[in-house]
Nanobody, 123 residues
């Protein structure tokens, strides 16, 4: 019964900011993780950032470290990705994902996925 719904994508110029949201219903935030993945056209899927809400553990891909911030609001059951200083290389479809069970460093177990929200960054 887990459902993930992303929003907040759009088109921005390089250097701009965008905040993605993912409303997660049916996810208990016990020991699992939530993450943002992205996939550019013709590119492999990449894990951008992840968080274990119960502990506050976070992971960031090197490509976004220092620019993106993952956060969650347990009361609103919402995952966020604040994206600053966007670059054309950030252009991709961004997906919210949830891993219900414990996996070390949130490295896997993502069995629930949202529909994706498009982010386009122009130079």
């Amino acid at each position: 019964q887990v459902q993930l719904v992303e929003s907040g994508g759009g088109s921005v110029q390089a250097g701009g900011s965008l905040r993605l949201s993912c409303v997660a219903s049916g996810f208990d935030y016990s020991s699992g993780c939530m993450a943002w993945f992205r996939q550019g056209y013709g590119m492999e899927r990449e894990k951008v950032a992840a968080v274990r809400p119960v502990s506050g553990f976070t992971y960031y891909a090197d490509s976004v470290k220092g620019r993106f911030t993952i956060s969650h609001d347990n009361a609103k059951k919402t995952l966020y990705l604040q994206m600053n200083n966007l670059a054309p290389e950030d252009t991709a479809m961004y997906y919210c994902a949830a891993a219900p069970d414990y996996v070390w460093q949130c490295k896997g177990g993502y069995s629930y996925w949202g529909q994706g929200t498009q982010v386009t960054v122009s130079s």
